[in-house]
């Protein structure tokens, strides 16, 4: 079992940055993929980002790449989503999850947690 928290949404201009944090509890935060997903208002949620276990694999959506760095710190039971030249478009709550499978998909995350706003202003 794990449960996530997220932290560090707010409201930020464009071309601002952020950086968002997800706490994991459970003793088997390291062995989980980890993922980042959004949702704006009246759209789907959608993939951001992901992390292997290690650290040593990422991937990300066309939209972000190049902008948005994920990383994951196992002996803080932390991954953050490091999110620079924001857009008005990258307004959406976000979403950290976890999975026991790399994937993309919403369906195979396994954990979720609450979610935290981000703003960017035009």
């Known amino acids: 079992q794990v449960q996530l928290v997220e932290s560090g949404g707010g409201l930020v201009q464009a071309g601002g940055s952020l950086r968002l944090s997800c706490a994991a509890s459970?003793?088997?935060?390291?062995?989980?993929?980890m993922g980042w997903f959004r949702q704006a208002p009246g759209k789907e949620r959608e993939f951001v980002a992901a992390?292997?276990?290690?650290?040593?694999?990422?991937y990300y959506a066309d939209s972000v790449k190049g902008r948005f760095t994920i990383s994951r710190d196992n002996a803080k039971n932390t991954v953050y989503l490091q999110m620079n030249s924001l857009k008005p478009e990258d307004t959406a709550v976000y979403y950290c999850a976890a999975a026991v499978v790399w994937s993309m998909l919403k369906e195979s995350y396994n954990y979720w947690g609450q979610g935290t706003q981000v703003t960017v202003s035009s």
């Open positions: 459970g003793r088997t935060f390291s062995s989980y993929i």
């Open positions: 992390i292997r276990w290690s650290g040593a694999n990422t």
